[in-house]
């Protein structure tokens, strides 16, 4: 164990920047991940606070098979890995790539020979390899998930092919204390094949190398083996929104759910859906892991990230200021903005909605901005098909900073806001995820952005000369003289909708006083 520090805490601004969100003058930009199990390249559209995937491709070279007997990484294995960094590198080449960084962790950092292959790869590949410790594999596996979720505090376990990294992750920072544990994939697989009592090896090696003083309510986990595993675990419950990443469980479900993957027999483990072939091996190795690590800290719950080291990594090379604007924010304009007819109008849709709800928290703010971001996204649709499309489009964006239950609130705030029905039944799966409150919050927000489109034609000076109050019985707009907005039809009947989602049968048009 070791102890470490980061920066203190920058405030968040939540704020939509369309010149941002436009800027096309980043090139792509990529990172070779050379894990003790398999070698992964990205490319990300940027180097940025929200960057989507461009490109995303994985060779299996297994590093560390072999390496706790040997102390090298066998031939055939470092004979791949230089032909897959040879080929990453070609294709970054021809993507345009711009800067192309290369990490690796426990079999490199282990084996005898692994400065030999990081030489080789310098040599044939021309990609120089940063051999990462212990230490820096902890934090910047929790600096993936600080910046792939809302503030998050908890203990972070990062279990890879060779090693399990824990550290906390305390909002904006990551936390003094780090362990490094010979217990990944290929470890705890070798263990399994002995036939021993692997459960109380592996609780011995927890009792001594990972403190209690890592006993928090939420555990994110990370690495590709728990990707698996809550990816199967949603299948199999039918969960309403089929992304791993911000799935959130209970630890008695984890571990029911790992009992049940640990008494498959080794031939039915590749037939569980939503499980490749290739990560059906690793399966098991992965719910012994998690199941033993949750009995030992009991937290009460699971939450799953698909960012991790590679993107922690990536958000550590960002400006601080950078670093800190909100990552749902961010990424909802980043797609949201470019496509709109008009960039502007989402800003103006955040300034005329500020008042729906009275001391709005932020947590709901940054919801609000991030609907408004992606208003826009389904004017290209047929209108019959734009509700369902743009409902089923959100669930499964690419966004971050966001869990499950927030990104079915986009979802029906988006429904909402292209005169979805409220009733319609492939909404069930969204509305499983909210409370009351949270639902009608959602569609109140949608019809009233649904309301400012046509009220205004998209035009932000036309919205600005326009009020929109909600009472308790009774819905009020107050429009400018100036903005010469006639009593149509059209916009009584987004009033009407409007009040039908926020319980009032009332409505009627003022006259704004001019300032």
Not at 113 to 122: C, P, Q, T, W
Not at 384 to 396: G, I, K, N, P, V
Request: aromatic fraction near 6%; glycine fraction near 8%.
């Amino acid at each position: 164990m070791a102890k470490g520090t980061d920066a203190a805490p920058v405030q968040r601004p939540l704020e939509l920047d369309p010149k941002r969100a436009g800027r096309l003058d980043r090139p792509p930009y990529g990172v070779i991940d050379i894990g003790s199990n398999s070698i992964r390249l990205v490319v990300y559209d940027q180097l940025g606070r929200a960057p989507l995937p461009r490109f995303n491709e994985k060779s299996l070279c297994r590093l560390g098979e072999g390496l706790a007997q040997t102390g090298m990484i066998a031939a055939d294995g470092f004979r791949r890995t230089v032909e897959a960094v040879r080929r990453f590198r070609a294709i970054a080449d021809a993507m345009g790539v711009a800067r192309l960084d290369a990490t690796a962790t426990e079999a490199i950092r282990r084996a005898g020979n692994g400065k030999d292959l990081v030489k080789a790869i310098s040599q044939d590949a021309g990609v120089d390899v940063r051999i990462l410790s212990g230490a820096e594999e902890a934090r910047f596996a929790t600096l993936g998930v600080i910046s792939g979720f809302f503030r998050p505090v908890g203990v972070v376990g990062d279990m890879g092919g060779g090693s399990l990294e824990v550290a906390e992750a305390h909002d904006d920072q990551v936390g003094d204390e780090w362990v490094s544990l010979p217990l990944g994939a290929l470890p705890v697989e070798a263990i399994m094949k002995k036939g021993e009592d692997s459960k109380r090896q592996i609780d011995a090696l927890l009792t001594k190398g990972l403190p209690l003083s890592f006993v928090r309510p939420t555990f994110f986990a990370v690495g590709g083996g728990w990707r698996a595993f809550a990816k199967a675990h949603m299948i199999a419950m039918g969960a309403p929104v089929q992304v791993v990443h911000g799935y959130r469980i209970t630890t008695a479900e984890a571990r029911s759910f790992a009992k049940t993957i640990l008494r498959l027999a080794p031939g039915k483990m590749g037939e569980l859906a939503g499980v490749s072939r290739r990560r059906s091996r690793t399966l098991p190795a992965a719910a012994l892991m998690l199941d033993r690590v949750l009995k030992h800290l009991a937290p009460q719950h699971v939450v799953f990230s698909a960012l991790g080291l590679r993107e922690g990594w990536l958000y550590s090379q960002l400006a601080p200021q950078e670093r800190y604007l909100d990552p749902l924010v961010e990424g909802a304009q980043l797609i949201g903005l470019p496509v709109a007819r008009v960039p502007d109008f989402a800003p103006a849709l955040v300034d005329w909605t500020a008042d729906l709800v009275k001391e709005e928290r932020p947590a709901y703010t940054r919801l609000r901005i991030a609907v408004c971001a992606l208003s826009d996204i389904g004017w290209r649709d047929h209108p019959d098909l734009r509700a369902e499309e743009s409902f089923r489009r959100t669930l499964q964006f690419p966004l971050i900073g966001l869990e499950h239950w927030e990104r079915a609130f986009l979802a029906i705030a988006l429904h909402a806001r292209y005169a979805g029905r409220l009733d319609a039944p492939y909404l069930s799966a969204g509305l499983k995820l909210l409370s009351e409150t949270d639902r009608r919050r959602a569609e109140i927000l949608g019809r009233a952005i649904l309301l400012a489109y046509r009220l205004s034609g998209g035009i932000p000076s036309v919205l600005a000369n326009s009020r929109l109050k909600i009472g308790s019985t009774r819905l009020r707009l107050e429009v400018a003289k100036s903005a010469r907005v006639p009593d149509s039809e059209a916009v009584s009947e987004r009033l009407t909708l409007l009040a039908a989602a926020a319980g009032t049968k009332f409505f009627e048009i003022t006259e704004l006083a001019e300032t």
